[in-house]
């Protein structure tokens, strides 16, 4: 299953609906840290095409952005990454914490 773009809290929404755990991505389009991690997240997607990844650019979809850190009560950073399972935030992680290996650590 390749990364996916989300920009609605409705498509949020239908992804807590749809999976029990998944991985989500927050990545600014300006930032060259951001643009890093974002590679990151691409080698983990690559590596771990079973595991459901999603990401947001939050330039073009902050409300959403916004949502999950008021949500789930966590900072919103950029980049961040999230593990989502069971309905909660299981890890997260913002700059260079972000790796391919952290995320398939903390996926399983």
């Not at 991985?23 to 991690?37: E, M």
Request: charged letters at 25%; one cysteine or more.
């Amino acid at each position: 299953m390749p990364k996916q773009l989300i920009q609605t809290e409705a498509e949020f929404k239908c992804l807590e609906a749809d999976h029990e755990s998944f991985v989500f991505f927050k990545h600014s389009l300006t930032c060259p840290i951001s643009r890093r991690a974002f590679e990151e997240f691409e080698k983990f997607c690559n590596k771990y095409q079973d595991v459901p990844a999603y990401y947001l650019k939050v330039q073009e979809s902050r409300s959403l952005s916004n949502y999950i850190a008021e949500h789930y009560a966590i900072k919103h950073e950029s980049p961040q990454a999230l593990i989502f399972k069971n309905g909660e935030v299981k890890w997260h992680a913002s700059h260079s914490q972000i790796t391919a290996d952290s995320l398939a650590e903390n996926s399983k």
